[in-house]
């Protein structure tokens, strides 16, 4: 397993600003991940980052409004540009981690909750 | 269709009531399933993981994997108000992290 500390957990943004998220790990891994939820919606997958290579964003995300950072196999970071209210919602950092020898799955952090007004 | 559906919710239930979470999906190549529990304003924590098809057991907590139906269950047993959370399915017709596909969750509520 994982433990993933992410910070800020929570943060009112002005319109037009933009915010930076920090996700720490426990211990070294190759993937990791970031995710949006969506007021009462499921995890949209944003982008895999992977060390020493340029994130892989998924259809419908872009490097200029989320860059994503990860400079070593413990950290990443995770940008939201000129913030809007629809980007209100909450942001997840994962790391996908072996469970005990029996193959491997995804952990999540607590999240950052973003309200933009 | 949806790849991965599950039932709406929310769901409310009385303390002690076996309660029955599911998710249907549309990709056959999908052979690992697992359950994730979101607390309000929290990450999601996994709650059980399963190979292909069949059933796995935890505490209160069994899944169940039918992949001939390409359907899955979770089922909890004697519901307590800590059970009381979001319920996502997910998905992966390959090990690695990027391909898993959620479901949209299931809000529970155990009432004491």
């Known amino acids: 397993s994982a433990v993933i500390s992410q910070k800020p957990s929570r943060d009112i943004c002005q319109r037009g600003t933009s915010l930076t998220i920090q996700c720490q790990v426990d211990?070294?891994?190759?993937?990791m991940f970031w995710y949006r939820q969506q007021p009462g919606q499921s995890l949209t997958l944003i982008a895999t980052a992977n060390q020493g290579s340029e994130a892989t964003y998924e259809s419908g995300f872009v490097i200029d409004k989320f860059p994503i950072s990860r400079p070593n196999l413990t950290f990443s970071t995770l940008t939201v540009s000129n913030m809007s209210p629809e980007d209100s919602s909450i942001y997840l950092c994962s790391v996908e981690a072996e469970r005990g020898g029996s193959g491997n799955t995804i952990y999540f952090g607590e999240g950052s909750w973003l309200t933009v007004v | 269709q949806k790849e991965v559906e599950q039932d709406p919710g929310p769901l409310s239930v009385p303390e002690g009531a076996i309660v029955s979470l599911n998710c249907t999906y549309s990709?056959?190549?999908?052979?690992?399933f697992m359950w994730y529990r979101q607390y309000s304003r929290k990450g999601p924590e996994l709650l059980m993981y399963t190979y292909s098809s069949g059933n796995k057991e935890d505490g209160r907590f069994t899944a169940q994997v039918d992949k001939s139906s390409k359907y899955i269950s979770l089922f909890i047993r004697d519901s307590q108000p800590s059970d009381s959370a979001t319920y996502l399915c997910a998905m992966s017709a390959w090990n690695y992290g990027q391909n898993f596909v959620f479901g949209p969750g299931t809000r529970l509520s155990v009432l004491p």
């Open positions: 211990s070294q891994v190759t993937m």
């Open positions: 990709n056959s190549a999908f052979q690992y």
